[in-house]
């Protein structure tokens, strides 16, 4: 079998090309894949050493003749993903959605770029009538929160032959667009690491500045506004100021809305709060093994499975996670979920001090987590359940497409 492959790989940082770049070593032992990429060049070696690798233009510029038996696009909410949005509805193939709600994607190019009409267009494929009095109201507030209650994937469902999603939520929402959709949930999978190739966690505190005796709390990730790192950033200067020995540290690259630096200024948590900024992949796994315990709130948000929050339920640590969307559907008993209320800080505050202060229960916690991982995010299944996933659409067809899917006029594809 030969299957196109189009995604983000690295150096777009996204947590995408980390998915992808993992899950290509296991697929790789199913078919031969060759992977189709945007105006840049892969930095991972294994993946140049080991892959076939074109521009996306080659399909395109050839009328979509190809020996391939199957195209796979993965579809992000991000810019990164334009060159895969249009090849998908030229040629069109299974599509991993890893977020049902694509809005910021359309916007960024459409309306971010002046195309007034084709945002319109969209909404209007979508919604109808109502579509124009969405756009009116989207453009005149100019505020990101208001994409989250319009998902935009109508077009992309229906020039799809298959879905793939990363949790019930995500396949809800894509048959709330279309109920006779071939959707298919496939976990977020869990890639181990081997630990001899990592410095030793107590030492690599000490290097980082930490001390024995201080309970790390980790905030991983690109760090978005939905991440609320504000209020986190309140919750251990509370923690501090009773009396506990806590440190933050935040690993990612700071994203706009997120002004962590400002905020710790004013909270005088220079001495608690260690940021590292985005760091590599290697790296990323190190500092996973630092924290005691994780926080990783999200919301709003666009329907995603956090890669971050599978990692870091994988070191058998305690993550507190927001009780909402996909993140809801982890079982109670091995996270620490926290409601999205007006409460929430005060929550968050509360459930800190009882885990300082419980080291068993966190231990247990932990471990359940872990156990939890392993067990149901296996990297080597979530391989075998995309295979099965490609012959089932292969042998049985699509879905029936109930609108001329069309396309955007002029996608635009960013250069790197």
Known sequence: ???????????????????????????????????????????????????????????????????????IYHMGNNENHAYIYRSLLEHPGIVVLHEPIIHHFIFSQTAAKGRLGDYIQE??????????????????????????????????????????????FARKKVLEVRPNAKVKVIRHHY???????????GALREVLGFGKDDFVVGCFGYMTSSKHIDKVLRVIAKVRNKGYKVKLLLVGKMMPGCDASKWIEELGLDDNVLVSGFVDGHTFREYLQLPDVFIALRH?????????????????KPVMISDFCAFAEFPDDCCVKIP????????????????????????????????????????QVSARLYMDFVVDVLSNGPFDISKDSGSIENIEVASK
């Not at 080291?359 to 296996?378: M, T, V």
Request: proline content about 4%; hydrophobic content about 30%; overall charge negative.
């Open 300 to 316: 709003p948000s666009a329907g995603e499975t956090s890669g971050s929050v599978i990692k870091m339920m994988g070191t058998g």
């Open 340 to 379: 999205p209320v007006d409460t929430e800080e005060e929550i968050l505050e509360e459930k800190l001090i009882h885990y300082i202060e419980s080291p068993e229960e966190r231990r247990r916690i932990g471990e359940r987590a872990k156990e939890y991982i392993l067990r149901h995010q296996d990297i």
């Open 191 to 201: 890639a181990p690491h081997k630990k001899d190739h990592l410095r030793y966690p």
């Open 123 to 168: 909404l209007t494929y979508c919604y109808g009538e109502r579509g124009i009095e969405i756009a009116t109201r989207a453009l005149s507030l100019q505020e990101e929160s208001v994409w989250y209650d319009y998902h935009l994937c109508d077009r992309m469902i229906d020039s799809s032959l298959g879905i793939i999603v990363h949790s019930e």
């Open 1 to 71: 079998m030969k299957i196109a492959h189009f995604s983000p790989l690295n150096p777009i940082r996204s947590g995408i090309s980390d998915y992808s770049e993992e899950l290509l070593e296991y697929l790789a032992g199913y078919a031969k894949i060759d992977l189709f990429v945007g105006d840049f060049e892969p930095s991972n070696s294994w993946i140049r050493e080991n892959f076939t690798i074109k521009s996306f233009r080659e399909i395109l510029e050839n009328h979509h003749q190809n020996s391939y038996d199957i195209h």
